[in-house]
């Protein structure tokens, strides 16, 4: 099994959704950690370097948002899937811009987070047509190092802007649609309304792009999704 070995964090306080989670995770062959609060799975963090962490972000102890940022500081690759209870869209937002990669609104199918690590996992461990360095624009991306160089700029990229990149890389110059890449990175259905996606084209954006909103490497494909300029690309 893939993810044998794989190790998952846990940080929430409510023992049910611990308990929950920990069976369906460690039946799929994960090892499970568990922090009931934030100190603690900071320190877990820190210590056990888990392989993807899920958190809460309704901590008794400290802000879900403040966690979430000393664990990117962590480390800035690790995906982190926040557990929200609200639906306003301004707290994934705010949750997102904190470093998480995802979201997953309470009360949440226990089989949908299953499905996102195991994403992430697949994404992980297959064999890639992309190449180790790529270059966009000014940009030096390299896959092994999760880095992108600007210049003498060095972003540190997370999972998931490493994996979407990498997709749109292998795909170089052809259109891949929204939801093959909601459903091959984030493991989502395609009836998902999940923004995130979007979210990480911004970020990408942001990086690469001398004029982020006057994008010319990573062009949005209106009513389809995106495509990352091919060398015979006009814009
Ligand atoms: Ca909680």
């Not at 609060?37 to 900071?42: A, C, L, R």
């Not at 195991?118 to 940009?139: H, K, L, Q, T, W």
Request: hydrophobic share 40%; with cysteine.
């Amino acid at each position: 099994m893939a993810s044998v070995n794989k190790s998952i964090l846990i940080i929430e306080d409510e023992p049910h959704i611990v308990m929950g989670l920990r069976d369906s995770l460690e039946f799929e062959g994960f090892k499970v950690l568990a922090g009931a609060n934030g100190k603690e799975g900071i320190q877990l963090a820190r210590t056990e370097t888990p392989d993807a962490v899920i958190l809460d972000l309704m901590l008794p102890d400290m802000n879900g948002y403040a966690v979430c940022e000393e664990l990117r500081r962590l480390s800035p690759f690790v995906p982190i899937i926040m557990l929200t209870a609200r639906s306003q869209e301004t707290d994934k937002i705010r949750g997102l811009d904190a470093g998480a990669d995802d979201y997953v609104t309470k009360p949440f199918s226990v089989n949908e987070l299953i499905a996102r690590m195991r994403a992430i996992f697949r994404r992980a461990s297959r064999p890639s047509a992309a190449p180790e360095f790529v270059d966009i624009g000014n940009a030096k991306v390299s896959f092994s190092a999760h880095t992108l160089k600007v210049g003498r700029v060095e972003h540190a990229l997370s999972f998931y802007e490493v994996e979407l990149l990498r997709l749109l890389v292998e795909r170089s110059g052809q259109p891949v649609s929204r939801d093959e890449i909601l459903q091959k990175i984030w493991g989502l259905d395609a009836t998902s309304t999940n923004r995130t996606v979007d979210n990480f084209i911004v970020k990408l954006r942001k990086k690469i792009e001398v004029q982020p909103d006057k994008p010319v490497h990573i062009l949005t494909v209106y009513g389809f999704g995106y495509k990352l300029a091919g060398p015979d690309t006009e814009v």
